[in-house]
Every structure is written in structure tokens, then in C-alpha cells.
């Protein structure tokens, strides 16, 4: 016979009388007259009330199988703020499955415990609600994006895990080998090489729900190891990715959440030019205004010395000319924190500008900059004027500062960033760095300067981003090996290099490559947006801390002598 009949949390009204068997754990208990208590049981689906005698053994967490009849709660003691509140279980017969020691923190749906003692007792933290909901989402995400490029004919295929180094510009997690001693295999940072090599091997359509590991800074919303959605195309440009992957993570959305009408059927395009010139950032969160407003041209020739710049910029905050002196004063000194020699803030006032700074313009450029701006009294500007890439980066970040709701609010706004630049910057021996990995293609219409200006040379990547977060990025690929050679040259991989790198790519696409290009996003990203979490920790049933360390296993730990051994590997102390 099966433990239970039922889940707790599906009990309603129209269950009244039914003689159920229901298993969990002993969420809360309170008394009730002499003998007998209010004990509330819980599994994944909820909790109900059992009216249980002589429950005096039973404590908070204990494992129950409770056996009793659905009852309707009596007159005026419904709880309507419970799903199974207008029932309780009377007349109980339980069982105590397991006992329990007292739970570390409260298992409640909104917990004050401090993250590491979550993770510390990740068991526990995943019995609450929330929790479970993350993690049932997830699956229904994952489930949903796999039937999406199933339906559109991708292909699934596993790459290995141990493989060599794959070049997506992080440091690689290694595995030294034990059968050839002194040589290591990289954990993969991506399937980039091998869904290429898959391009040449005929597959045409590839996806692939790819665990990836890269050992870089745990800074804000990232993990070691982080699940992807990963997608090569043969025979296909960049607009056939964006179709195929618009298409599953729009399905994918409409799949889960709760108002899939809401869920926009279009994801709109922007290019890397106008995101960061109106916003800031690669990664625009277009849920609210304040963009930004070039006004370079407005103090051309001004006598304020500090605005005599490369570029000055601007944005409104509607109605933010009550923000208080100390207020203005904190953004001054934010600015400064992330790069901007200062912050000129402006009140707009029914007869003009209000600010420290506004006597050294002229009418002229007074007038220019808040029709510019649109002003309105009530209004507060602020403006910045430095080099282009500070006065983008600074306004960027305040705009988030002073405008970004939460990552649950406003709906998804998917859309995609086009035309990346081939190049972020230079190294310090002048080679351009990619900024993407070396086998994207640069843009057409550029190719020809990537000689002589390699900085302004546009690829053909793109990345997709969600309410303010890159969800993840694409490109079309070189198939050419001429053009390969000449990426590699300017970044400075000679042949021989390149031969030790990626050779067998190189050797690969000797055999006739079709024209290709993919994409990969990040899965846990996309769970925690559609969760509405901030944090993707929420969505990951076991992550590390942010300093990388897990305090369930308390990995990682020192590895045994006798293995070491074996694979030859001597550890070195940290202080030596
Ligand atoms: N391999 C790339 C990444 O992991 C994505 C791609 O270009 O397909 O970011």
C-alpha cells in the first residue's frame, strides 16, 4: 500500500469527508485544549491543518504520515489566506516516520537566515516554498526550452566535459591527468569548438543544455559552473539565430509564467552604437526612460572650462528636484566612485535652472541644454563631461541607480544588442582583445580596416538581454581559414600558436565548413528573472558562496596525499 492518498496542499471543501492518508513534514504545532493540537503538514504542494490527540511527541520538522478524515473547519475559522483553509484532517491516526532535531532556522517562507547558513543546510532551505517553486520552474524551463528547438529540428548532443582549454577569454578550471602524467584536461567554458566541429560534421542543428565552468570572479550574479542553452546553425546568419532563439525563450516565457498574453511576441533590436549612447551599457534595461542626451555639441564652445570635453551627456529625472542637497551630494560623490571627475546636477525651477554651476553658461546653452532634455519644472538634470566612455559609463550607472525597478517589475523586455564591436580594447602591447572569442566574424562593411583601426571594426555578434541583464550572446562564425589567419594575426596568435590551440579546428575547416553561427544563453538567468529573483543563487539548488566555497560539502577541500601522488602533483603553500 502507498504511504499517501494524497498531497496536503490540494485539500479543499469539496473533499469533506473523504478518509486520507497525507505524508510530510511537521510544519508548526499548536495546542488546543488539553490533549489535543493543531499540528500543520507540509510537503511540496502546501500545508494543511490536522487536528491530531495526544500529539505530544511530535516537534517542528518531524517526518509524519498523518491518516484522517477531511472535515470542514468549523464556522468563522476558515483561513482564507491558505489554500486548504476552509478544511482541516480530524480525527488523526499518525505515524512518526522520522524525528528531527531542531531546524537551524525557521523553515518559513520569508527567512532572515544569512545566505551561508542557508547554503550550510540547503536541505532545509529547500523545503520552504519558495524554494521549491524556483526549483519546479526551473524544470519547467529547461523542459519547455528543450521542446522549443526540438520542435525548430535542433539536434541535442553532449560535448565532454574534459577537454582542452576553449578560448571564451576566462581563466579555465583543470584536471590533471593521471595516465599522462604533467598533462591536464580544461573543464569547458563553453561547447564553443565542438558545436563548431559539429557545423562540420553535418549536424545542422545543434543545441545542447550545457553545464559550463569558468574560474573568474564571483562578482555579482555569477557561478563557477553555469547552465547554458547553447545553439549552432549551419547554412544560417545571424538572423536565423535570432529567429530560432527569439522563438524558444518568447515560447519558453509564454510556457511559464503566469500571464503569457503579457509576454511580448517581438523581441526588439538595438545596436551596440545606440545602447551604449543611450543608455550606458551593452545591456540596456528599457523598463523605464531617463536616457541619456548627448549635448556635446550644445557647449561646443563654451567658456565653462569643465564642460570644454570630448563629450557631455545628460538625463532627466522627472520630478526629481526634490531630491535633498545631501541626496545630490551622494550621487556627486557615486559619480566620482565610478570614474567621473564630477556631477552637475540642475533643479528646474519655474524661472530656470537652479544649480551651482549654471551662472558659468550662457542663456544660450542654458536654453539649448534644457530644451535638449525636454525639462519641466519639478525636474532634476544631471550631466557629465569627460571622455565618451566615462561620461556613457557614469550616466549609465546612475540612470539604474535612480530609475531601476526590480528585476520582477514592469514585465520582460527581451531584446537584442546588435553589431558588437570586433574588439574591446587594447592589450598592453597594443594587440586589440576580443570581445567576443576569435571566431566571430567581423561585420562586412569594416573588414577591410581591421588592419589599420581594429578598434572600430563592428562584428557580427549579438547578445540577448532581459530587463537589464545580458542573457547571454552569439555570433555569426569565420569559416574562412584566410580570415581566421587574420584575426589570429592581429591578436597576435602566430600560426605555430594557433596550430597548438586550435589546430584541429583549423585542420577541421580544411574540409569544407559551412557558413555557421550559434548562440548560448544563460539558463539560470533566465530562471531567476521568470522567478522575479535577483539573485540566480535562488534559482541553483546546491551554488557556492560568493567567495566560491560550498558550506554543505565545505569543498573545496585539500585533496588526498595518495592521489596527489598519482597524478604527480605537488601542492605548493599558499605563503611560499
Ligand atoms: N560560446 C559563447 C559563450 O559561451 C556563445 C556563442 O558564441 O555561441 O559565450
Not at 500500500?1 to 492518508?21: E, F, N
Amino acid at each position: 500500500m502507498s504511504l499517501r492518498s494524497d498531497y496536503c496542499g490540494t485539500l479543499r471543501a469539496g473533499d469533506a469527508g473523504r478518509r486520507v492518508s497525507l505524508c510530510g513534514w511537521a510544519a508548526r504545532r499548536r495546542e488546543h485544549g488539553e490533549h489535543l493540537a493543531f499540528v500543520d503538514l507540509r510537503d511540496h504542494t502546501g500545508i494543511v491543518q490536522c487536528v491530531v490527540d495526544g500529539a505530544h511527541d511530535i516537534r517542528s520538522e518531524f517526518v509524519l504520515r498523518v491518516t484522517g478524515t477531511v472535515q470542514p473547519r468549523p464556522e468563522g475559522t476558515a483561513n482564507p489566506a491558505l489554500p486548504t483553509g476552509e478544511v482541516e484532517v480530524t480525527d488523526c491516526a499518525v505515524e512518526i516516520l522520522s524525528a528531527a532535531a531542531p531546524p537551524p532556522f525557521p523553515i518559513t517562507d520569508r527567512t532572515e537566515a544569512d545566505e551561508v547558513l542557508r547554503l550550510q543546510y540547503r536541505y532545509l532551505d529547500l523545503r520552504r516554498d519558495r524554494m521549491q517553486r524556483n526549483l519546479r520552474l526551473r524544470s519547467r524551463v529547461n523542459a519547455a526550452l528543450r521542446s522549443a528547438m526540438e520542435e525548430q529540428g535542433f539536434v541535442e548532443v553532449e560535448t565532454p566535459m574534459l577537454v582542452a582549454s576553449t578560448p571564451e577569454g576566462a581563466r579555465d578550471f583543470i584536471v590533471p591527468s593521471r595516465l599522462h602524467r604533467g598533462s591536464f584536461y580544461a573543464l569547458p567554458q563553453s561547447p564553443q569548438l565542438f558545436k563548431q566541429l559539429l557545423m562540420v560534421g553535418g549536424t545542422d542543428r545543434y543545441y545542447q543544455v550545457a553545464r559550463c565552468l569558468r574560474d573568474e570572479d564571483l562578482r555579482g550574479n555569477r557561478q563557477f559552473e553555469f547552465m547554458q542553452l547553447d545553439a549552432e546553425m549551419a547554412f544560417a546568419d545571424a538572423e536565423d539565430v535570432m529567429a530560432s532563439i527569439s522563438a524558444a525563450v518568447i515560447g519558453t516565457a509564454r510556457a511559464v509564467v503566469a500571464e503569457p498574453e503579457a509576454v511580448p511576441t517581438v523581441v526588439p533590436r538595438m545596436t551596440w552604437h545606440d545602447a551604449m549612447e543611450r543608455y550606458g551599457t551593452d545591456k540596456p534595461d528599457v523598463r523605464f526612460g531617463l536616457e541619456l542626451v548627448e549635448l556635446t555639441d550644445v557647449f561646443a564652445g563654451t567658456e565653462f572650462k569643465a564642460f570644454l570635453a570630448p563629450c557631455v551627456k545628460g538625463l532627466r529625472l522627472p520630478g526629481g528636484g526634490e531630491l535633498s542637497r545631501s541626496r545630490l551630494d551622494a550621487l556627486t560623490d557615486q559619480a566620482k566612485g565610478w570614474g567621473a571627475k564630477g556631477l552637475v546636477w540642475m533643479r528646474v525651477g519655474e524661472g530656470g535652472l537652479d544649480s551651482p554651476v549654471a551662472r558659468f553658461m550662457s542663456d544660450d546653452e542654458l536654453k539649448s541644454l534644457s530644451s535638449r532634455l525636454g525639462a519641466e519644472p519639478g525636474d532634476l538634470l544631471l550631466l557629465v563631461a569627460d571622455e565618451r566612455p566615462v561620461v556613457r559609463h557614469v550616466l549609465g550607472l546612475l540612470r539604474l541607480e535612480l530609475g531601476r525597478p526590480p528585476v520582477s517589475e514592469g514585465g520582460l523586455h527581451f531584446l537584442w544588442v546588435t553589431e558588437f564591436p570586433l574588439f574591446e580594447g587594447l592589450d598592453e602591447d597594443g594587440r586589440p582583445i576580443p570581445a567576443h572569442h576569435p571566431f566571430t566574424m567581423p561585420h562586412p562593411e569594416d573588414a577591410d580596416g581591421m588592419e589599420s583601426d581594429p578598434l572600430s571594426v563592428r562584428s557580427l555578434a549579438y547578445d540577448m538581454v532581459v530587463n537589464g541583464w545580458e542573457l547571454g550572446s552569439g555570433s555569426e562564425r569565420i569559416h574562412r581559414p584566410e580570415m581566421q589567419q587574420r584575426v589570429f594575426s592581429l591578436l597576435g596568435i602566430g600560426p605555430e600558436e594557433a596550430k597548438a590551440r586550435f589546430g584541429f579546428l583549423l585542420e577541421a575547416f580544411r574540409y569544407g565548413a559551412p557558413p555557421h553561427a550559434g548562440f548560448a544563453f544563460g539558463v539560470d538567468r533566465l530562471v531567476a528573472v521568470l522567478a522575479g529573483e535577483e539573485s540566480i543563487r535562488e534559482v541553483i539548488a546546491f551554488p557556492k558562496t560568493q567567495s566560491g566555497t560550498d558550506p554543505l560539502t565545505g569543498a573545496p577541500t585539500p585533496a588526498d596525499g595518495r592521489l596527489l601522488a598519482e597524478l604527480g602533483v605537488r601542492v605548493v603553500p599558499p605563503d611560499s
